[in-house]
């Protein structure tokens, strides 16, 4: 794994099972884009007064050369699931990101020739 990796877990145990999964999600990203310099997850447990589950959040920010994209997933008691949403809504951000980036690239390209 090359991407500089960040896994926070705030108001919640830190899980190897959580740990692992993410892992694996994050090498998935580096396959399909290898142009991933940092990855940044947080799974938290937000406090919520009125509520009687036990509601989680997702962010991952994930760093390629010239974007930064960021996402946001909450508001579900399975974290997994939340995790597996997160990681398909960046892996689409991604493709926008890089589509964009190389279709600019190559209109440049062809102007300078």
Do not use: W
């Not at 760093?63 to 689409?92: H, M, Q, S, W």
Request: glycine share 2%; charged share 30%.
């Amino acid at each position: 794994m090359q991407t500089e990796l960040k896994i926070t877990f705030l108001d919640i145990a830190a899980s190897e099972a959580m740990d692992a999964k993410i892992r694996e999600k994050v090498a998935h990203l580096e396959k399909r884009f290898p142009a991933v310099t940092a990855c940044h997850v947080i799974v938290s447990a937000p406090h919520r007064h009125r509520s009687t589950h036990r509601l989680h959040a997702v962010r991952v920010n994930v760093a390629v050369p010239g974007a930064t994209i960021t996402v946001n997933c909450d508001d579900k008691e399975d974290a997994y699931v939340l995790l597996r949403e997160a990681f398909a809504a960046a892996e689409r951000d991604l493709e926008k990101a890089v589509g964009r980036r190389s279709a600019h690239e190559g209109r440049e390209r062809q102007a300078a020739v």
